[in-house]
């Protein structure tokens, strides 16, 4: 059977890491350091993550390159690197292994703080690498603490048992002379690119001539910070766990925010929050999800209406108002959720100033959910210097933001169908000036996952026809160890469209319970 855990969260910070309660030596993952294990295809989510893992741009990083037909600084993640700004980046590649085992070449490899390893070919590590001083250099990398990553060829490479390392092409899962990798996750078997070449099904394979071995399979986009034995996800995708049970094939699929612990073989349902500079893993609270509703300047209506919408289920939502001094406070510790409604979203960033503005950011970083709608998703937004910056999205046509209201059709993508737990394809929703989002270009951010977009469109006080068809209306995002989910529209003043509110709300706070697949 398969477990379906669905959340969104990118963990871009090495500090967001739940410390590590058990001192025993870990059964699959590294004793010392942190692995990145990526599966492939757009890094533009993942590359924040390992730089600041790395310890930011200056950080000094060694990328591998020898996987890849194009070894040379051409490489394209050497060169995505390179335009996020990493300083301290160089280039290994031999295929010789008289010239890896030697210390002129490895010599990098004792001065860097991360190693990044890129997709090809799998046998060409193998051939160049394997059982080499190169290969126990990146060991001794991960001993002192260092970071390895990599995608693709250079994510099952981190495996003890290698896929598809066959010279004559990726399509053989297990090749003789080539089923060693480097062994930096023990006792398993890493595949890549799941979603997009329709690998899914391959690990049950392997796990029928290796029944011993842990398949890990990543959606490209997609990746698993390993520390000693927890993983947790990050990216756009699923992270795939597989392993045989009394003679039975049990998989999970988690997305970014889900943690897998590698020993026991099963999903850590705990919600991961920080207390001062160590980390403590709490369980999930089985009560009801406790919202703070913003209830303060550029917001004078909201209260009600979010009370109203979500008040007809006491047994799941425990509401407070709070105000701007309150967050500022440090109230939003008592909370899972904070929901920031319409109004104005300038009237409510100055009411809750610089450090109520940091109070919400951390609260997120700690696991906590934000739900905005309309002025409360201006406000999430990234362009501009007063907006909280927590999802990376731009308001377009913001000149035109008064562009009136009434009522407007919706349509869901697949993601929001789930998520929202949506039948109808389509919905007639109210809209009241709310943003028009769309995608920004902020490194630091991971990109939004888009849940609704706008089928027709208000385009009154001077505002052009044809901008908001197709504009984003509802949008989720991780930010640290937090969920974010935004509303342009209002369901909250929609009879019938309650339950939008409602899911959404339990999805931010973790609470989110999809039907198996």
Known sequence: MRNLIASILI?????VFAAETDTAAPVTGPKAGTLLVVGGGDKTSIWPAFLDLAGGKDAPIVVITTASPKSGTDNKDFTELQALGATHLTLLHTEDRTKANSTDFTAPLREAKAVWITGGRQWRLVDSYLNTKTEKEIFNLLDRGGVVGGSSAGASIQASYLLRGARSGNGVLMAAG????????????????????????????????????????????????VRKDRAD?????????????????????LQAGGAFD????????????????????????????RVAI??????????????GCLGTLPDKFHLERVTAEQIRQGALANFDVIAQGGGRASLQADALGDDGREKIREFLRKGGGYVGICAGAYLAAADRPYYLRIINARVVDREHWARGGGDVQ??????????????????????????LLARDSHADLPSYTELAVYETEIAKKGAPEGVMK???????????????FLSSPHPERTPGLESILQSAVLWVA???????P
Not at 178 to 207: I, P, S
Not at 264 to 274: A, F, G, K, M, T
Not at 296 to 304: F, I, L, Y
Request: hydrophobic content about 30%; aromatic content about 6%.
């Open 11 to 15: 963990i871009s910070s090495a500090s």
């Open 178 to 225: 080539y089923e060693e990798g480097f062994g930096f996750l023990r006792n398993t078997a890493v595949d890549q690119h799941v979603n997009t070449r329709d690998r899914a099904d391959d690990m049950l394979k392997v796990l029928e001539a290796h029944p011993a071995l842990l398949g890990i399979g990543l959606d490209e986009s997609t990746g698993i910070i």
């Open 233 to 253: 996800v990050i990216g756009a995708g699923y992270a795939h766990f597989t392993a045989r049970e009394v003679g039975k094939d049990r998989s999970f699929e």
């Open 262 to 289: 590698l020993a026991s073989r099963h999903p850590i349902d705990l919600v991961s929050e920080q207390s001062g500079d160590q980390g403590l893993t709490t369980p999930k609270d089985p009560g009801s999800v």
């Open 294 to 307: 913003y209830a303060d300047e550029g917001s004078p209506k909201a209260p009600d209406l979010i009370e």
């Open 410 to 435: 919706i349509r869901f993508t697949d993601e929001g169908k789930v998520n929202l737990r949506q039948e109808s394809p389509v919905v007639q929703i109210r809209y009241n000036q709310g943003p």
């Open 470 to 484: 197709g504009t984003s209306a509802m949008v989720s995002a991780p930010f640290g160890n937090g969920r974010v």
């Open 510 to 516: 973790k609470r989110d319970t999809p039907p198996n």
